[in-house]
């Protein structure tokens, strides 16, 4: 901070406010007229005035030095004037007498004044309104250089030492872009019920001058998507062992996160890069999941509006509905890969299921309707493309080369400067290959952290299932991500490791299987040929067999966490059916608009 307001909390006072002090600001004489009784009373009390002072007026002191008539305190006590008559009314200040004759601008200063001092400090989880004249406790950082705008800035709380908070200006009205007090209100509530370590969680929120203040934790100094570009300075410090070590660590937090949300019966709905955030730490986590922020509102108001990487990152029910054939219900995604402890050069294979979405026109998947949409189903795929550019930061593979491979069906000659459609959703096949290249990549490198690079692409596989039910749940994807980073990254201790829930959701249900040698069978029952070492991610969400004895047991470092109780439990069934059933205040069933082909994509 570039400066630090002194803010007179009740202990600052109680320490300020001694006999010395105010000693050091009254004459003689009224230094010796301190411990004379007071004048009123008619000698019913044998109270003195510094007595008064120091248990009954210690902020009017305070005011009226600030004022230049420290020794207008004797006058006040006279009129038994103490602390819990403030604050005054501007109409009564007038009855203090401060001054020989009526002065509307000293009561003025009075009046302001008196505010510094009726401090109202923002608690975690409190909304507090302020009137206007109120002093909001609050420093805000304005060194130059800081990438905000003029609805959000950093602050600090003078009761909340050493942290830093992010704070949003909310408009409050009924005009466009702005929230009225009552939709304020409800957001404040809602968000104020969730709490993650890689969450930018709610803090406080506060009203002011016609407008609402929210204050989130971990504000961000940069996100995946300007990380994607360039690598800040604190990245570029690490050790390469370490740096490489963080990047799959990052996953394993993300994944968790989300698993933390579903467990809670919400879902995120706005995962891509600009909404991974870090800190100067190198500390990953999501954005808010509240509508408490001018983009939010702005979007929500302008329901035309196309947000490009929205759309990118999207799952594709988001933006039509995938048929669902029968052959794609039972479909699997297998992945045949080097072996990790092998310097091959063969290729992995990936197969993303489709669901027959493929053989439909652009403009027919865009004018199909969605009537029912599972948003955790959602989270499950966006996470997917982002776990995909994280994968690519560690192989030192462009984004930017990546959107372009992701398009690259769609440049046709002579079709000038139209957008193309780099859309993971869109460009599966795209997707498959890129991958397939990533794994022959790892393939070639000795350390351990590569050796984990192939399996994790074969969970990415079925986390970009175009039909939602194949995709597996965040639970799901949270075990075998766990797995891969003690097994094949020899990661010892990787971050955030937590069970949400009451009840197992691991491996049982998603489960890498590993089979060596010609015609061994994987997990799913498909053989891997040729002696290489082959990856089967299979689910089984209605089979009751046991789980291999390859698999860690549920209890063994999975300590329940204090955040871990599941608030409400997801009925049974898929897709929004299954949703329902949850507290509708706690569900956020956000759905990417649909746009037409006149949206400029080939």
Known sequence: ?????????????????????????????????????????????????????????????????????????????????????????????????????????????????????????????????????????????????????????????????????????????????????????????????VECDHLVSYFGSYYHHNQGYVLFTLPSDYSLKSLLVTMPGSLKSLAKQDRRQLFMNWIHCLVDTICYLHSRGLSHGNIRPSTVLFNSNNHVFYSDITHLSAEAIASTADKAAFDKETYDYAAPEQWYRPSTSHASLHRRSTLIATSSASTSSDNSSFSICRGGSESATPASMLHTPTPSLNPQAADIFSLGCVMLEVLGLLLKRQTRAFASHRAARHKLAGRGGAVLDSSFHKNIGQVESWMAGLAKDAAKKDDDVFRGVAPMLQVVARMLSVLPHERPTAQEVERSTYKILTENCRIAEPHCVHQYGGWDFGLGSLHISRAVGAGAGTAGGAGVAGGTEGFNIATRRHSSSARTSSMRPLSHHRPLSSGSIREEDVASGSGFQGMQSIRSNKVRTWQARVYAAEAGFV
């Not at 505010?115 to 608690?123: P, T, V």
């Not at 705008?149 to 702005?178: C, H, Q, W, Y």
């Open 1 to 193: 901070m570039t400066t630090v307001a002194m803010w007179w909390d009740p202990s600052r006072i109680e320490a300020t406010v001694t006999r010395q002090f105010v000693c050091s600001h009254l004459l003689p004489d009224e230094i010796k007229r301190l411990d004379l009784p007071l004048g009123f009373g008619d000698g019913l009390t044998d109270g003195t005035y510094w007595e008064w002072i120091d248990e009954k007026a210690k902020r009017i002191f305070l005011i009226l030095l600030d004022l230049g008539v420290p020794d207008q305190i004797f006058g006040l006590i006279d009129d038994s004037w103490d602390d819990n008559d403030l604050p005054i009314p501007p109409d009564q200040i007038e009855r203090l007498a401060l001054t020989p004759t009526r002065d509307d601008k000293f009561d003025k200063r009075f009046y302001l004044r008196q505010f510094h001092y009726l401090l109202n400090f923002i608690e975690k989880g409190a909304h507090v309104v302020y009137e206007d004249a109120e002093v909001v406790p609050i420093n805000v950082d304005k060194r130059p250089g800081l990438n905000l705008n003029s609805a959000v800035d950093r602050v600090e709380l003078p009761n909340k030492p050493g942290e830093v908070f992010l704070r949003r200006r909310i408009p409050i009205g009924t005009g466009p872009g702005m929230l009225t007090c009552k939709d304020f209100m409800t957001e404040t509530e809602k968000a104020n019920n």
